[in-house]
Each structure stands twice: as structure tokens, then as C-alpha cells.
């Protein structure tokens, strides 16, 4: 396996692209998750949206003041479940 | 070597963790099916933790470099548990009890986990493989090549065996929903509940706790829930919108209206970012942890870094089993399809460890996002160094109805502290629920 450093493991995305990035002049966190893709996957940047801010604080000496908007489902759903909600038992 | 499950008698007599696994005793053993193969369980405990128990450390491929990918963090943070269990694909097994006959099967691999041939994308892209900025740079041919390349080399799992059917959604109405069971969650519910509000309380685990329950150190039993707060386990929020919050509980959807909305959903633990840190058998302290209060030893050799609650208590518990250096950072990990040691630095030393398990005790994030969705402001904190939501003394943010309590608002903060917190935020929201002032 070559070597590499998973900043986002969902995406495969390592952290020389997130400097590549850098380099290419995306400052800001949005920019950078385009750039990338990094946050886009599974588990919707639980861990990488924080490690590249953490990242662009160091480099940049600015940390970003917002984190990309927290979109739902916190966790992947079944269609299916979101489906069956228009038929709701009332409890 | 490799991951094995230990007996409270290879503990030294009268540790907490010996005392916690012989209240667990040897009831509900099971036998779940892996890849074709048997693996005993206990009945209840995550399904990864019984592939782990195992030495199933590989359970799927990364979607671009097919990088093998194992559990992490145990909690639902990561990609690395995804297994197909029963048909259904994706399933995140850190999330889900063993059952008697469950059948599990490693995805996103050809022909396993184990031995995946796409890994070549790998080698092929020794740096990266940009497919967002190549996607959007060539046009024409190229593009639709990389759309297909793209296509038929990543994507999760493949389609259900089977159309399920669902079963019909609940709803429910209550003055407060407060999410996370762990000792601020609760101590909020009770607060609440005493106050004479309908409280729901909600917690993706199996049971009350919250970091508790993963700390092998910790034997004391849980505060009570008051019976007026009506509790719901195995019960994950997903998302949260106006004044509904959507729960997944036992694959059921559940709609919860609230006025009062209180997020006590702790912190995140990770291992950091350095090179390989994608390689099976890197855990969080936490996982190890939670692995441990399970019975279950998720390596034989175990390198352990980092100087936090967790890694404190492994090491307190497994004494010189494990090498702990506190101070250290982590510079690589080192093996191919798992991880065979690390190299560690500290003050400008450099060395390399031998090891079967990395346990890094790394960087806490605010699990903030439940917080946010509900539209409370969440700003960059560079005492934390994390995004977290702000908030006033009492646990308000600047949404009308939402609050946030324990771990989540103040990072690691000891048990009382945190169950004091929780406290202070409910007597908050049932003033603000009753139209009382400040
Ligand atoms: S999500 Fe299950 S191990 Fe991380």
C-alpha cells in the first residue's frame, strides 16, 4: 500500500490534496470541501471537517469561523423509513 | 497475535474492569455468520466488536484506492465497519447488536476485503486520484472515461437482496426532547421530568452512560433516569428541523415535535491525520476502550499515544501489557492490510514501535451537528480547537428552544461536572418552556 495521509477516509481524500488546494488559492473551508470533495462521504465529515480546520488554521493562520452547514441525516437512513413517515401512528 | 477475547480473571483481582466483565458473565452467547465463516458472539454487543473478538480486522475497501477499511472509532464516526448484514448493504455494524445467525458479509471488494484486486487503484495513484478537479478540468472523452472509471470503482455495496418493507413511522409529541443519555442528558431529563414537563430522552446506545459506559475504569453504576422521563434506547436523532426531530429507533422512524429541544451529544474522538492512519488497526482510546469494557482485546501488542481520559484508563487497566507514551505524536503507521507498528515522535526523537493495535488518544471535536441543523449558531472555538455551538451560562443558544449541555458545550469535563451542567440547562429550558423570565 503506498503510502498515504487520510485527512477524510469516507472520500479517500488525503491531506496532500487538501495543500494542493491550499496552494491553488482555496482558503476558506467551502472552497476547499469543492476542491477536494473531503466531508462529502459516509459519515458527512464527522471527523475531517474539523482536522481540515484545523489544518487551515495552522497554514493559513486564520482558523475558519464556520464549519461546512451540517446537512441531514447525522447518520445514512433507509429510504424506506423516510418513506413510511407520511403514515405516522400517533403516539 | 491478533485480537482475542479475555476473562475478568486476566485482570488483576478487584480492577473495576475485571468487576464489569464478571457482571457481564458468559450469558447470551451466540454465533454470527462472517463471510461464510463462523464467529462467536455475545448477544447484544456491537456486531464490530464481535468481528474484532474475531481478528476480522479488514471488513470493506475505501471507495477510490479500495484501501482496506476496519473499525476506528466504534461510534459511528467513521467508514470503517460498513458490512452487508442480512442482505442489506451498508449497515454500520459499530451500531449494530449481534443476533443469533446474523449473516455478515464484507462489500465494496472484489473478491473480499481481504484480498481485493481494485486495490491497484492504490498503486496506480500513488499521490491522489482527484476526481472532482479532473471531473470539472477535461472535457469530452476524457470526462466520460473518468465517469466511467469512477463508477465502476467506487460507490458502497451493492443493492439490497430483497425490497423490505418498512414498518409505519410513530410520532410523538412532548414540551422537551433531550438527545444523548450520557450523565449531562440525563441529569437534564430528570430536571425536567421533576418539573413536570413531558420529557423524551433519546440515545443511539444501547443503555444510559454515554462515555461511561466505554471507560474500563468506571464501574459505578449509572444515575437513574426518573420514572416520569420516558426513555428510549437503541434510538439515534438524525435530523432536526423547525420543531421536529427525526429519530431512527430499532429501524423505525419516528417523529418527535418538541418545544424544548437539548442537544447533550458529548465529543468526538479521533486518532488525527498522519500518514496510514486509514490502516486496520488503528483505534480511537475510546474504541479500544469500549472494545476492553466488552471483553474484548482488539490487539496483543498494543502502542498506545496520547494523554486523555481514555488512554489513561487503558493503560491503568492493562498496566505493562500496553506501551503508553503519553507525550507522543504520531508520525506513521506502519503495515500494509494491518497495522504492524508506528513511528512516534516526542521532542525531536523519533522512534518506531512494533504493534498489532495503534490506540491514539487524539484531538476531541464537539458533535455539533445535531446542534446546528436546529439553527443554533456554531462558531470556531481556538481554545477547543473545534467548531462548537455557542451558548449562554445556562445552555441556550441563540436558537429560541434549543439547548446544548455536558461534553458538547465545555469538552471533557468530569462526570459531576458534567451531570451539574445537565441540570443547570434543564431548570433553564422548563423557566423558558413555563414563559418564566431569566
Ligand atoms: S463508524 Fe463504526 S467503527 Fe467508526
Wanted: charged share 25%; hydrophobic share 40%; net charge neutral.
Amino acid at each position: 500500500m503506498t503510502a498515504k495521509a487520510m485527512l477524510c477516509r469516507c472520500e479517500d481524500v488525503t491531506l496532500d490534496e487538501v495543500m494542493e488546494a491550499l496552494e491553488a488559492g482555496h482558503r476558506d473551508i467551502e472552497s476547499v470541501k469543492r476542491y477536494t470533495g473531503f466531508g462529502t462521504g459516509w459519515c458527512q465529515g464527522k471527523q475531517c471537517v474539523v482536522a481540515c480546520a484545523r489544518i487551515l488554521a495552522k497554514a493559513t493562520g486564520r482558523a475558519p469561523e464556520l464549519p461546512i452547514t451540517p446537512r441531514p441525516p447525522l447518520h445514512p437512513v433507509a429510504l424506506g423509513v423516510l418513506a413510511s413517515l407520511g403514515d405516522a401512528e400517533e403516539g | 497475535m491478533a485480537p482475542r477475547r479475555i476473562l475478568p480473571t486476566d485482570l488483576p483481582p478487584g480492577s473495576p474492569l475485571a468487576r464489569r466483565l464478571a457482571a457481564l458473565g458468559s450469558s447470551g452467547r451466540v454465533t454470527v455468520e462472517h463471510d461464510g465463516s463462523p464467529v462467536a458472539a455475545v448477544e447484544g454487543e456491537p456486531l464490530a466488536v464481535s468481528l474484532l473478538a474475531a481478528g476480522q480486522l479488514t471488513l470493506a475497501r475505501s471507495v477510490k484506492y479500495h484501501r482496506p477499511r476496519g473499525a476506528m472509532c466504534l461510534r459511528g464516526d467513521c467508514d470503517g465497519c460498513l458490512v452487508r448484514v442480512d442482505g442489506v448493504p451498508n449497515v454500520m455494524s459499530c451500531q449494530t447488536p449481534a443476533r443469533a445467525g446474523m449473516v455478515a458479509q464484507s462489500q465494496n471488494a472484489f473478491p473480499t476485503a481481504g484480498i481485493d484486486v481494485l486495490r491497484v487503484t492504490d498503486w496506480f495513484f500513488p499521490r491522489h486520484l482527484d476526481h472532482h478537479h479532473l471531473l470539472v478540468q477535461f472535457g469530452g472523452a476524457l470526462n466520460r472515461t473518468m465517469q466511467v472509471f469512477a463508477r465502476r470503482m467506487a460507490g458502497l455495496g451493492t443493492l439490497p437482496d430483497a425490497i423490505a418493507s418498512f414498518p409505519r413511522s410513530e410520532s410523538l409529541d412532548v414540551d422537551a426532547l433531550v438527545v444523548g443519555a450520557g450523565s449531562s442528558g440525563v441529569a437534564c431529563a430528570n430536571a425536567l421530568a421533576r418539573g413536570g414537563a413531558r420529557v423524551l430522552l433519546v440515545d443511539e446506545r444501547e443503555g444510559p452512560g454515554g462515555m461511561r459506559r466505554d471507560d474500563p475504569m468506571d464501574d459505578r453504576a449509572y444515575p437513574g433516569c426518573d420514572p416520569a422521563v420516558t426513555v428510549r434506547y437503541g434510538a439515534g436523532a438524525v435530523a432536526t428541523y423547525d420543531d421536529e426531530t427525526l429519530v431512527i429507533h430499532e429501524g423505525r422512524g419516528v417523529t418527535v415535535r418538541a418545544r424544548a429541544r437539548v442537544f447533550a451529544t458529548g465529543a468526538r474522538e479521533s486518532v488525527g491525520v498522519f500518514s496510514q492512519s486509514d490502516v486496520p488497526g488503528v483505534f480511537t482510546a475510546r474504541a479500544f476502550a469500549l472494545a476492553l469494557c466488552h471483553g474484548v482485546l482488539a490487539g496483543e501488542r498494543v502502542a498506545l499515544v496520547g494523554d486523555g481520559l481514555f488512554a489513561r484508563s487503558i493503560a491503568a487497566t492493562l498496566g505493562d501489557r500496553v506501551t503508553h507514551s503519553p507525550g507522543a505524536a504520531v508520525v506513521e503507521a506502519l503495515g500494509g492490510r494491518a497495522v504492524k507498528g508506528a513511528k512516534l515522535r516526542e521532542g525531536g526523537r523519533e522512534w518506531t514501535v512494533k504493534c498489532d493495535a495503534l490506540v491514539v488518544d487524539g484531538e476531541l471535536g464537539a458533535a455539533y451537528e445535531l446542534a446546528g441543523q436546529a439553527g443554533a449558531s456554531v462558531l470556531w472555538s481556538d481554545g477547543r480547537q473545534c467548531f462548537v455551538p455557542e451558548s449562554d451560562a445556562e445552555g441556550a443558544t441563540s436558537r429560541e428552544g434549543v439547548y446544548v449541555a455536558g461534553s458538547l458545550r465545555w469538552g471533557r469535563i468530569d462526570h459531576d461536572a458534567r451531570a451539574r451542567d445537565g441540570a443547570a440547562v434543564g431548570a433553564r429550558a422548563l423557566r423558558d418552556l413555563r414563559g418564566e423570565g431569566r
